[in-house]
């Protein structure tokens, strides 16, 4: 379903490219058989803003407020091992589709790679899929919500295409970012401590990925 590359790109990083590919994005959401007026807001945002404040809401938005982060498992199992298989696990269906993720700097379970590969998949895995991941997805666009986040229309229409309603999500175990950032706060770079290459979560500079619609 090209809903869901669309708002894969729309919930990527902000960079250049994406705002040159505001006005097809347009033009494809008009001719989606869904309601997709709810996320034109966001992209009139995206393209009367100036890059460099689109990029500092964006990293304070998703990487700097935990419980906004765009990586499911988190929301789920916070840093317990658990976490892990589920990354085996969700890569297991990824190559099952063949989804090639060669040059793909980012966890598995980062969101906006999850919707690219849905919008690779057959309409009916799609929605299972979809409905499969709606309590976490609902979670995150619901704590957008309450902090008033342009970005929280995407999750409005992900919810609208779900054959099931989102159940309420208990809290996760304490995230190590919390601890880690109490004893050793940003790094030269701005970067909280735990989004560094080293530990397999990428700075928002190198989120960066093809821009194909």
Same mark, same amino acid.
């Given at each position: 379903? %090209?809903?869901?590359?669309? #708002?894969?790109?729309? #919930?990527?990083?902000?960079?250049?490219?994406?705002?040159?590919?505001?006005?097809?994005?347009?033009?494809?959401?008009?001719? *989606?058989?869904?309601?997709?007026?709810?996320?034109?807001?966001?992209?009139?945002?995206? $393209?009367?803003?100036?890059?460099? $404040? =689109?990029?500092?809401?964006?990293?304070?938005?998703?990487?700097?407020? &935990?419980?906004?982060?765009? /990586?499911?498992? %988190? /929301? *789920? /199992?916070?840093?317990?091992?658990?976490?892990?298989?589920?990354?085996?696990?969700? !890569?297991?269906?990824?190559?099952?589709?063949?989804?090639?993720?060669?040059?793909?700097?980012?966890?598995?379970?980062?969101?906006?790679?999850?919707?690219?590969?849905?919008?690779?998949?057959?309409?009916?895995?799609?929605?299972? !899929?979809?409905?499969?991941? *709606?309590?976490?997805?609902? /979670? *995150?666009?619901?704590? !957008?919500?309450?902090?008033? $986040?342009?970005?929280? $229309?995407?999750?409005?229409?992900?919810?609208?295409?779900?054959?099931?309603?989102?159940?309420? @999500?208990?809290? &996760?175990?304490?995230?190590? @970012?919390?601890?880690? @950032?109490?004893?050793?706060?940003?790094?030269?770079?701005?970067?909280?401590?735990? #989004?560094?290459?080293?530990?397999?979560? =990428?700075? &928002?500079?190198?989120?960066?990925?093809? @821009? %194909?619609?």
């Amino acid at each position: 379903m %090209e809903i869901f590359k669309i #708002l894969s790109i729309l #919930l990527c990083y902000p960079e250049q490219e994406l705002i040159d590919a505001l006005s097809t994005i347009k033009q494809k959401l008009q001719h *989606i058989e869904i309601d997709t007026a709810k996320v034109l807001p966001l992209c009139k945002h995206l $393209s009367e803003t100036d890059l460099i $404040s =689109l990029q500092e809401d964006y990293v304070q938005t998703f990487d700097r407020t &935990p419980t906004q982060s765009l /990586h499911l498992f %988190e /929301h *789920i /199992h916070g840093e317990d091992k658990m976490r892990g298989q589920a990354m085996v696990d969700l !890569l297991e269906e990824y190559r099952s589709e063949n989804f090639d993720l060669a040059g793909v700097n980012e966890l598995p379970d980062y969101l906006p790679l999850f919707l690219e590969f849905l919008s690779l998949c057959e309409k009916q895995k799609a929605l299972e !899929l979809l409905s499969a991941s *709606i309590d976490v997805i609902h /979670h *995150i666009g619901k704590k !957008l919500q309450a902090n008033h $986040s342009i970005y929280a $229309s995407i999750f409005t229409v992900l919810i609208s295409l779900s054959p099931t309603s989102p159940a309420p @999500m208990n809290s &996760p175990p304490v995230h190590d @970012m919390d601890e880690a @950032m109490e004893k050793f706060g940003y790094n030269p770079e701005g970067i909280e401590p735990l #989004l560094t290459p080293n530990a397999c979560t =990428l700075c &928002p500079s190198q989120q960066k990925k093809p @821009m %194909e619609i």
